[in-house]
């Protein structure tokens, strides 16, 4: 069954310092996959996404990724962080619904990450 | 453009009421669904719509209903409220069904006594 593994359930950084947080998926085929936001009492808002072509993903806010196929891997780095990206993130894989008649995002269960001053 | 919203933000049931959750979008959007979040857990989907007449079943249904009679509107019904429906409720919509984004409401938490 395809799943995904974000292996760090918290994880504090100094502001300023660079990040990088762990998604590992399983998926039999191509993985199309993306890494969402969420802010307290928010709702989720797409960081970046990866479905071809280059492995090195950039998204919004500072934010990148990159694919790795053989690690089955797809970790999110920030090079600076910032007081304001304090959040928990989301790994999620798509997933074809039945027949195909569209997709589903399946979640890993997040990574809280605090930023110290 | 409002995007996804959802209503009520916030719901207190009993056990054994009824009640039912509407997410709305205005952005033209084939395909909604409803997912679950739990400390823990992540996303899990609850029941999607691939069109406007049309709802299919995801990972967790049992327990709820969902209609779209409207190609704007998707609800989540619960007929019988237990605790173990105690959740925040999320509603996404995307364009198409073929790894399109999803756009995500702000949520709904629902606690059930």
């Known amino acids: 069954a395809q799943s995904v593994t974000q292996p760090d359930i918290h994880i504090t950084v100094s502001e300023g310092a660079s990040l990088e947080l762990r998604c590992n998926y399983s998926?039999?085929?191509?993985?199309?996959l993306f890494w969402y936001v969420q802010s307290p009492g928010q709702g989720l808002q797409l960081l970046l996404k990866?479905?071809?072509?280059?492995?090195l993903v950039q998204g919004i806010k500072g934010f990148e990724a990159e694919f790795k196929r053989s690690q089955s891997s797809f970790n999110l780095r920030k090079p600076s962080v910032h007081w304001s990206d304090a959040a928990e993130y989301f790994c999620?894989?798509?997933?074809?619904?039945?027949?195909?008649?569209?997709?589903?995002?399946?979640f890993g269960k997040g990574t809280t990450l605090s930023v110290s001053s | 453009n409002a995007g996804v919203t959802q209503t009520p933000k916030f719901r207190v049931l009993k056990t054994g009421q009824s009640m039912t959750l509407l997410c709305a979008q205005d952005?033209?959007?084939?395909?909604m669904y409803w997912y679950r979040q739990d400390p823990g857990m992540g996303l899990r989907l609850i029941h999607y719509s691939v069109g406007e007449g049309t709802t299919a079943k995801g990972e967790v249904p049992d327990g709820y209903n969902v209609s779209r009679l409207k190609k704007q509107n998707f609800l989540l019904g619960l007929e019988s409220a237990a605790p173990s429906q105690t959740s925040v409720y999320f509603c996404?919509?995307?364009?198409?069904?073929?790894?399109?984004?999803?756009?995500f409401g702000p949520g709904t938490r629902l606690t059930v006594l």
């Open positions: 996404a919509s995307s364009y198409s069904g073929t790894f399109a984004e999803q756009f």
């Open positions: 998926y039999g085929a191509t993985p199309y």
């Open positions: 990866y479905f071809s072509g280059d492995t």
């Open positions: 999620a894989v798509g997933d074809f619904l039945l027949n195909q008649a569209g997709t589903a995002l399946i």
């Open positions: 952005m033209n959007h084939e395909y």
